[in-house]
């Protein structure tokens, strides 16, 4: 591995090690479709390992969301998730299957909306959170 490759993947950990359990969800979104946008363009390209290798990775993604969720105390939302994972799991085998870019494409779009769900979940928590309030008094030695 190169330097710049070690340097990303270190980026990259300090960035999902950082993240709130929303961000995290938000990242695993954001993975699952660079990794459906490079499975539909070895699709195009004719490149059927390189297509099962990105498909993969893409069910590994949404295992791990399914993982993530609190099937215990999430209620209604939770198990409304898990219906969409589930789904996303067959349309990927079946997209897969039959080489249809378009039915990848409405997947990777249906993870866009999710991921922007998360991504405001984690915004709006910031703003009811109380900011941190810092002493100016405090003396300087």
Same mark, same amino acid.
């Given at each position: 591995? %190169? /330097?710049?490759?070690?340097s990303?993947?270190?980026?990259?950990?300090?960035?999902?090690l950082?993240?709130s359990?929303e961000q995290?969800? $938000?990242?695993l979104?954001?993975?699952?479709q660079?990794?459906?946008?490079?499975?539909?363009?070895a699709? @195009?390209q004719?490149?059927?390992f390189e297509?099962?290798?990105h498909?993969?990775q893409?069910a590994?993604?949404? %295992? @791990?969301a399914?993982? &993530?969720l %609190?099937? @215990?105390d999430g209620?209604e939302?939770?198990? /409304?998730?898990?219906?969409v994972? %589930?789904w996303?799991?067959s349309e990927?085998? @079946?997209?897969g299957s039959?080489?249809?870019? $378009?039915?990848?494409?409405?997947?990777?779009h249906?993870?866009g909306?999710?991921r922007?769900?998360?991504e405001?979940?984690?915004?709006?928590?910031?703003?009811?959170?109380p900011?941190?309030?810092?002493?100016? &008094?405090a003396q300087?030695?």
């Amino acid at each position: 591995m %190169n /330097n710049y490759a070690q340097s990303a993947d270190q980026y990259l950990a300090q960035r999902v090690l950082g993240a709130s359990p929303e961000q995290q969800a $938000a990242l695993l979104m954001e993975a699952g479709q660079l990794f459906l946008g490079k499975a539909i363009r070895a699709m @195009e390209q004719k490149e059927p390992f390189e297509v099962a290798r990105h498909l993969g990775q893409v069910a590994k993604i949404i %295992n @791990e969301a399914v993982i &993530r969720l %609190n099937l @215990e105390d999430g209620g209604e939302l939770v198990q /409304n998730l898990l219906k969409v994972y %589930n789904w996303w799991t067959s349309e990927l085998f @079946e997209a897969g299957s039959s080489k249809d870019t $378009a039915r990848l494409r409405m997947l990777s779009h249906h993870m866009g909306q999710i991921r922007q769900a998360w991504e405001q979940l984690h915004q709006k928590q910031l703003m009811a959170s109380p900011a941190p309030r810092f002493d100016l &008094r405090a003396q300087v030695v």
